[in-house]
């Protein structure tokens, strides 16, 4: 049959699965959106601005396991994606970006409204097109399905003329995909594996440190068994947090540079540290000459580029977390590592670093402990970044997979409110929370009109300290409290939020966090809670930057405070 470009486009969506668009209109995608009516079971949802697009197609595809799609325009709109596409590609999240370009006689010629956007794309992108034959157009769009969703997962991009959308031509859909060049593997080599079960077998302070790769490649389950099975500590990273069951007693919560102290300890003390779908990223492994000096390393990665690329490793394994669980698995021998466990218990016990002071003063750990401890097992919970953000992963004891979505390799502030967008669309059924910086919050505020106009029954905690808070405490302790540009001037968020008809409310006083929290969870719509939290509270642990593990300074000593958490408490 023959269709024009858009409707091919359109065609190729459908039968990839795709449930939502996140985009926005402008002249060089007219002729998509002209198409839009004839696909009634794919949704467009209309973003304020595209950087929310590829946000909300990023988070919905952290949540679902499938590839987000969003739309932009030529010129600006393209570009407004960019951060958007940076963000998934840090944090290896597959999109399919479609922009609409300027005519293909244009092209090059600084036409209205052009930008080179695959060029502008080519380092944050697995691949992108610019597609200047209607006949290529089937074939790309299968290909880069295939390319965002396979592998590392990514984002991909492609650019389509506005005179490519409006050609017609016989419509083929491929079945099947081929690139010579592109070959993912998946199944880890075997003698590898062996290799790594010995080590296992061998070792007496043995760590796994889990992170995205487990939660791309679902391997919850397989995870587990080799914990149980080896009676090994398991350590989150950022991305990891949801990969394993916060309730589980061999679950230690987050390391690195705001990590719990014991981690950061017991990573120094091992003898082997086991890294499961995750890249030893800076924040992770601090000073690294300094990391795990007392330990070999298996590194387990779909990525043979991460292989190696910032620790020395003994067991390299390239191939999907979940397959090569699979195979592993059998092959380690059932063990117990009792001094272990209680020599990271003795660092725990003296070194709570996440027990919260019994003051009167609205402390924002607190509040999102409480928000935690309120809403239920099946919550999910978005957050932007910054201080916030560390306290929301740090107190994040959940068991849901994949219920934590945060911005890790990037660490986009304004990732919040969009991000929340996805998740709710992915899980209408859910309870979504967005914990947000109130200056994060800013950046992409003008979303709470898609929430309205969708009626998405978003939860909103701004935790509000009047402070861009993670770099005040930076200027605080490392710049001689030389405090610039990190005051905040605010609107009233209360009022911000019913002018958009959203419900608002604002807490001052501590014993109103939980009724309110209570009370939005109650609230059938969209809530916007302005908690103004004690403006100079410090995040702790922290690392300064530039040094060890090791060096990670504890949150000080307080008089009272909450009992610190048992192994495989919430």
Same mark, same amino acid.
């Given at each position: 049959?023959?269709?024009?470009?858009?409707?091919?486009?359109?065609?190729?969506?459908?039968?990839?699965?795709?449930?939502?668009?996140?985009?926005?209109?402008?002249?060089?995608?007219?002729?998509?959106?002209?198409?839009?009516?004839?696909?009634?079971?794919?949704?467009?949802?209309?973003?304020?601005?595209?950087?929310?697009?590829?946000?909300?197609?990023?988070?919905?595809?952290?949540?679902?396991?499938?590839?987000?799609?969003?739309?932009?325009?030529?010129?600006?709109?393209?570009?407004?994606?960019?951060?958007?596409?940076?963000?998934?590609?840090?944090?290896?999240?597959?999109?399919?970006?479609?922009?609409?370009?300027?005519?293909?006689?244009?092209?090059?010629?600084?036409?209205?409204?052009?930008?080179?956007?695959?060029?502008?794309?080519?380092?944050?992108?697995?691949?992108?097109?610019?597609?200047?034959?209607?006949?290529?157009?089937?074939?790309?769009?299968?290909?880069?399905?295939?390319?965002?969703?396979?592998?590392?997962?990514?984002?991909?991009?492609?650019?389509?003329?506005?005179?490519?959308?409006?050609?017609?031509?016989?419509?083929?859909?491929?079945?099947?995909?081929?690139?010579?060049?592109?070959?993912?593997?998946?199944?880890?080599?075997?003698?590898?594996?062996?290799?790594?079960?010995?080590?296992?077998?061998?070792?007496?302070?043995?760590?796994?440190?889990?992170?995205?790769?487990?939660?791309?490649?679902?391997?919850?389950?397989? &995870? *587990?068994?080799? +914990?149980?099975? /080896?009676? =090994?500590?398991? @350590?989150?990273?950022?991305?990891?947090?949801? %990969?394993?069951?916060?309730?589980?007693?061999?679950?230690?919560?987050?390391?690195?540079?705001?990590?719990?102290?014991?981690?950061?300890?017991?990573?120094?003390?091992?003898?082997?540290?086991?890294?499961?779908?995750?890249?030893?990223?800076?924040?992770?492994?601090?000073? &690294? *000459?300094?990391? +795990?000096?007392? /330990?070999? =390393?298996?590194? @387990?990665?779909?990525?043979?580029?991460?292989? %190696?690329?910032?620790?020395?490793?003994?067991?390299?394994?390239?191939?999907?977390?979940?397959?090569?669980?699979?195979?592993?698995?059998?092959?380690?021998?059932?063990?117990?590592?009792?001094?272990?466990?209680?020599?990271?218990?003795?660092?725990?016990?003296?070194?709570?670093?996440?027990?919260?002071?019994?003051?009167?003063? =609205?402390?924002?750990?607190?509040?999102?402990?409480?928000?935690?401890?309120?809403?239920?097992?099946?919550?999910?919970?978005?957050?932007?970044?910054?201080?916030?953000?560390?306290?929301?992963?740090?107190?994040?004891?959940?068991?849901?997979?994949?219920?934590?979505?945060?911005?890790?390799?990037?660490?986009?502030?304004?990732?919040?409110?969009?991000?929340?967008?996805?998740?709710?669309?992915?899980?209408?059924?859910?309870?979504?929370?967005?914990?947000?910086?109130?200056?994060?919050?800013?950046?992409?505020?003008?979303?709470?009109?898609?929430?309205?106009?969708?009626?998405?029954?978003?939860?909103?905690?701004?935790?509000?300290?009047?402070?861009?808070?993670?770099?005040?405490?930076?200027?605080?302790?490392?710049?001689?409290?030389?405090?610039?540009?990190?005051?905040?001037?605010?609107?009233?968020?209360?009022?911000?939020?019913?002018?958009?008809?959203?419900?608002?409310?604002?807490?001052?006083?501590?014993?109103?966090?939980?009724?309110?929290?209570?009370?939005?969870?109650?609230?059938?719509?969209?809530?916007?809670?302005?908690?103004?939290?004690?403006?100079?509270?410090?995040?702790?642990?922290?690392?300064?930057?530039?040094?060890?593990?090791?060096?990670?300074?504890?949150?000080?000593?307080?008089?009272?405070?909450?009992?610190?958490?048992?192994?495989?408490?919430?």
């Amino acid at each position: 049959m023959k269709l024009t470009g858009a409707q091919i486009v359109m065609e190729c969506l459908a039968r990839e699965g795709v449930e939502f668009i996140f985009g926005y209109p402008g002249g060089a995608n007219l002729p998509l959106y002209d198409t839009l009516p004839q696909y009634p079971k794919i949704r467009h949802i209309s973003v304020r601005h595209e950087q929310a697009a590829a946000h909300a197609a990023d988070a919905y595809s952290r949540v679902t396991g499938k590839a987000g799609v969003c739309w932009a325009t030529s010129g600006p709109g393209a570009t407004n994606l960019v951060t958007g596409i940076a963000n998934a590609w840090m944090d290896s999240v597959p999109l399919v970006c479609v922009t609409g370009s300027v005519v293909s006689w244009l092209i090059g010629r600084d036409g209205f409204q052009e930008a080179d956007i695959t060029g502008i794309t080519l380092p944050i992108t697995k691949q992108n097109y610019l597609v200047l034959d209607v006949d290529d157009l089937a074939q790309t769009m299968r290909e880069a399905f295939h390319v965002a969703t396979t592998g590392r997962p990514g984002p991909v991009l492609i650019d389509i003329p506005r005179d490519i959308q409006q050609q017609e031509t016989e419509f083929t859909y491929p079945e099947t995909v081929d690139i010579p060049s592109y070959k993912p593997v998946a199944k880890g080599h075997s003698g590898q594996i062996q290799k790594a079960a010995q080590l296992i077998k061998e070792a007496e302070r043995p760590l796994i440190l889990a992170g995205h790769g487990v939660i791309i490649s679902q391997a919850y389950d397989e &995870l *587990k068994e080799l +914990a149980e099975r /080896a009676h =090994i500590p398991v @350590i989150c990273t950022l991305l990891g947090l949801g %990969g394993f069951p916060g309730s589980h007693e061999l679950f230690m919560g987050m390391p690195g540079m705001h990590g719990m102290y014991w981690n950061n300890m017991a990573i120094g003390d091992a003898d082997l540290v086991i890294g499961i779908g995750m890249r030893f990223d800076d924040r992770v492994t601090g000073r &690294l *000459k300094d990391f +795990a000096s007392n /330990a070999k =390393i298996v590194h @387990i990665d779909i990525d043979p580029a991460e292989i %190696g690329k910032n620790v020395k490793t003994a067991v390299p394994i390239v191939g999907d977390v979940k397959a090569v669980l699979q195979e592993l698995n059998p092959l380690v021998e059932p063990a117990r590592h009792e001094e272990w466990m209680a020599h990271i218990q003795k660092i725990r016990e003296e070194h709570p670093s996440i027990a919260i002071p019994n003051v009167k003063k =609205i402390l924002p750990q607190y509040v999102i402990q409480q928000v935690y401890e309120q809403s239920g097992k099946d919550a999910y919970f978005v957050t932007g970044v910054g201080q916030h953000q560390m306290w929301a992963a740090q107190y994040f004891w959940q068991d849901n997979p994949a219920s934590f979505i945060t911005s890790g390799g990037l660490g986009t502030m304004g990732f919040e409110v969009p991000a929340a967008i996805g998740a709710q669309f992915a899980r209408p059924k859910n309870l979504v929370w967005s914990i947000a910086g109130d200056g994060g919050f800013q950046m992409t505020l003008q979303e709470l009109a898609t929430i309205a106009e969708y009626e998405l029954p978003i939860k909103f905690a701004i935790i509000n300290n009047n402070f861009l808070g993670m770099v005040r405490q930076w200027q605080h302790m490392y710049y001689e409290d030389n405090l610039q540009s990190v005051k905040m001037l605010q609107p009233d968020f209360v009022r911000l939020a019913e002018a958009f008809g959203i419900a608002g409310m604002r807490v001052s006083e501590k014993e109103d966090v939980i009724p309110a929290i209570e009370k939005a969870i109650r609230h059938p719509g969209a809530v916007v809670i302005d908690f103004e939290v004690e403006q100079h509270e410090d995040l702790f642990p922290a690392m300064p930057p530039g040094a060890a593990l090791a060096e990670t300074v504890d949150q000080p000593k307080f008089e009272e405070a909450r009992e610190p958490k048992k192994v495989g408490t919430r």
